[in-house]
Nanobody, 123 residues
Framework: QVQLVESGGGLVQAGGSLRLSCVAS????????MGWYRQAPGKQRELVATIHTSGTTNYAGSVKGRFTISRDNAANTVTLQMNSLEPEDTAVYYC?????????????????WGRGTQVTVSS
């Protein structure tokens, strides 16, 4: 099992910045993908950004150029720096970690989620 704990959410005015952090603990595998997803009221959960252990990143089009994801593999943390925030960024932000590992019976995948942290951007 892996536990993910987010921090850094809050209320900010449009144009402001916030920094989200997520710490993974427990049975963390060395190679994985960590990321951030968000869910606004009445909407489905959507990808914000992901980053692989190798450093490869992926961003949603709506946040490219404004958000930056980074990770510290030794500390099992992932950070999302959010700049130029817009009211449309208001949502609960969830940390995610997923990956695969080998077993005698073949490969297994895992997918863990944090409880989420609220980000509210006022206009």
């Amino acid at each position: 099992q892996v536990q993910l704990v987010e921090s850094g959410g809050g209320l900010v005015q449009a144009g402001g910045s916030l920094r989200l952090s997520c710490v993974a603990s427990g049975n963390v595998f060395n190679i994985n993908t960590m990321g951030w997803y968000r869910q606004a009221p009445g909407k489905q959960r959507e990808l914000v950004a992901t980053i692989h252990t190798s450093g490869t990143t992926n961003y949603a089009g709506s946040v490219k150029g404004r958000f930056t994801i980074s990770r510290d593999n030794a500390a099992n943390t992932v950070t999302l720096q959010m700049n130029s925030l817009e009211p449309e960024d208001t949502a609960v932000y969830y940390c995610n970690q997923r990956g695969a590992y080998s077993t005698p019976d073949g490969p297994r995948t895992y997918d863990y989620w944090g409880r989420g942290t609220q980000v509210t951007v006022s206009s």
